[in-house]
């Protein structure tokens, strides 16, 4: 199975401050189609997670442009800015390139 | 808009069996992979499978082969997971989620299995 780790497992920001989330997989995500499919989740307290990238670099709709995605391979990274309340939550990331599909597990974002 | 709606709460016996649903609206019900995760309490997410209401096929996480069967009923547009021989670690929240990258998620059904 296609490992994902995720780091850190927690972080601790500001409201207003960046922050990035690192996710890298044991192999590369790049489909035989050529598409890397390499998404990002957040988990609100009590809630489904929710998408936020798709693709590595697309943010789903009505996802602020506070959030981005970037990377290749097997190395991507979620970056946030202008962090506010509702960005709190666990943070996900998922590869649906090879079966079995796998997350990562967790990144967990608190306020400082 | 797009709604996944779960069934509810379930309290199920070791060894017995358990069937939950997620009724889609809001898009083309039969034309999308509909996918199930596990949550298990405290822990991250697995993915179990996906169906494809279309024509029926299903593709699962080997680990969950045996466990989990996953059906669609294209008429009232709602897919089930039925899971057997239930054991205190299938105690956990099972999601389904629309689509290729998990657009969108039901609310969640929280299995708790116990004597």
């Known amino acids: 199975d296609v490992v994902m780790t995720q780091t850190p497992v927690s972080l601790s920001v500001s409201l207003g401050g960046q922050t990035s989330i690192s996710c890298r997989s044991s192999?590369?995500?790049?489909?035989?189609?050529?598409?890397?499919?390499l998404y990002w989740y957040l988990q609100k307290p009590g809630q489904s997670p929710q998408l936020l990238i798709y693709?590595?670099?697309n943010r789903f709709s009505g996802v602020p442009d506070r959030f981005s995605g970037s990377g290749s391979g097997t190395d991507f990274t979620l970056k946030i800015s202008r962090v506010e309340p509702e960005d709190l939550g666990v943070y996900y990331c998922?590869?649906?390139?090879?079966?079995?599909?796998?997350f990562g597990a967790g990144t967990k974002l608190e306020l400082k | 808009q797009v709604q996944l709606q779960q069934s509810g709460t379930e309290l199920v016996k070791p060894a017995s069996s358990v069937k939950i649903s997620c009724k889609a609206s809001?898009?083309?019900?039969?034309?999308?992979?509909m996918h199930w995760i596990r949550q298990q309490p405290g822990n991250g997410l697995e993915w179990i499978g996906w169906?494809?209401?279309?024509?029926?096929?299903?593709k699962y996480n080997q680990k969950f082969d045996g466990k989990a069967t996953l059906t669609a009923d294209k008429s009232s547009s709602t897919a089930y997971m039925q899971l057997s021989s239930l054991t205190s670690e299938d105690s956990a929240v099972y999601f389904c989620?629309?689509?290729?990258?998990?657009?969108?998620w039901g609310q969640g059904v929280m299995v708790t299995v116990s004597s």
């Open positions: 989620a629309r689509g290729t990258g998990l657009l969108y």
């Open positions: 809001g898009y083309t019900f039969t034309s999308n992979y």
């Open positions: 169906i494809y209401p279309g024509n029926g096929n299903t």
């Open positions: 192999q590369s995500l790049v489909h035989s189609d050529g598409n890397t499919y």
């Open positions: 693709k590595v670099s």
């Open positions: 998922y590869q649906g390139t090879h079966y079995p599909y796998t």
